[in-house]
């Protein structure tokens, strides 16, 4: 009858262990999958980053090429010309050039 107590307890007690070590095996098992997502994240997250980094460093390093060539060697534009002198013109009567009856066309 002891043999059979102790068989059963320690039957017990493997089997109590197999179950907690399931539930470590498949907490192992989620924490490895959340670090695995974490990481994925993180470089996406770096690559994005980057990214817009490197637009705004472009767009900032434009402006300041810019600046500097517009300080060292500013082009000064030619002054606008003026408009030229209207020529007089001289209009002679007009009516004097339309008489009644001259002007229709000949056919």
Same mark, same amino acid.
């Given at each position: ?17 197999? *179950?907690?070590? =399931?539930?470590?095996? !498949? ?6 999958? %959340?670090?695995?997502?974490?990481? @994925?994240? /993180?470089?996406? *997250?770096?690559? =994005?980053?980057?990214? !817009? ?6 767009? %900032?390093?434009?402006?300041?090429? @810019?600046? /500097? ?39």
């Amino acid at each position: 009858m002891m043999i059979r107590r102790t068989w059963g307890a320690v039957i017990l007690i493997v089997v109590v262990l197999s *179950a907690c070590n =399931k539930k470590e095996r !498949e907490q192992t098992m989620i924490n490895e999958a %959340l670090q695995l997502k974490t990481e @994925l994240y /993180r470089k996406e *997250a770096m690559k =994005k980053c980057k990214k !817009e980094m490197l637009a705004e460093a472009d767009i %900032l390093a434009d402006s300041i090429l @810019l600046k /500097r060539i517009n300080v060292r060697n500013p082009i000064d534009k030619p002054p606008r010309p003026g408009r030229p002198e209207a020529p007089e013109v001289q209009f002679q009567d007009t009516f004097q050039l339309l008489k009644p009856g001259k002007n229709k066309k000949k056919q």
